[in-house]
């Protein structure tokens, strides 16, 4: 059975208030990153209630739009500008291949990972968003294994706009992204 989508936030705001969320489970103690996937058509209603949570509920919450944090890196480099200058001289691939080497995407250097770990406490669930708007250049599952290091005493729980089932992620529901295992599907679909 399909659930709708105010149906599953309901059950993901059961899942994050559950006393044991959060907590290593599991064989192995995995880690503690789940995600949320979901129609990207939902995408306002999944922000509206992603804010909804961080506004109801006392939870040590800290979001982090993808969009918004690469803007911010670009920005403290003073790259942004320029990104604009590249892209109208050589185009959008160009730029891509640009703001990746200078978010040193999947080294052991990656901005993404230090701007998220710094801003963060070890009793703070982390909330990833911003996926879906800030492809090609970040990859969901790029930030995923990036972030495992990083966030060992963390939960995460990353709002994916496609479909993932607990090994492949799919963007948008079209595009196949790389593989991702060890993540928990937080709410069935």
């Given at each position: 059975?399909?659930?709708l989508i105010n149906e599953r936030f309901d059950e993901l705001t059961e899942a994050l208030q559950h006393p ?50 690469t803007i911010d890196i670009l920005k403290s480099k003073g790259f942004l500008e320029k990104t604009f200058e ?54 969901a599952h790029t930030v995923l294994n990036n972030l495992q290091g990083a966030l060992e005493q963390n939960t ?34």
């Open positions: 059975m399909t659930l044991n969320f959060g907590r290593p489970s599991g064989k192995g103690n995995e880690i503690g990153f789940h995600i949320f996937d979901y129609d990207p058509k939902d995408e306002w209603l999944v922000r509206d209630h992603v804010q909804w949570i961080k506004d109801r509920f006392s939870l040590p919450i800290k979001e982090f739009d993808l969009w918004e944090v590249i892209e109208k001289r050589d185009g959008s691939e160009r730029v891509y291949a640009a703001i990746k080497s200078t978010l040193r995407l999947a080294t052991k250097e990656d901005l993404i990972r230090k701007y998220v770990s710094d801003r963060i406490q070890p009793e703070d669930i982390v909330f990833i968003t911003g996926i879906g708007r800030v492809y090609p250049l970040v990859r995460l729980v990353m709002f994916y706009p496609g479909t993932y089932n607990g090994g492949t992620l799919q963007l948008f529901n079209t595009l196949l992204d790389d593989n991702y295992y060890r993540a928990f599907q937080i709410v069935e679909r």
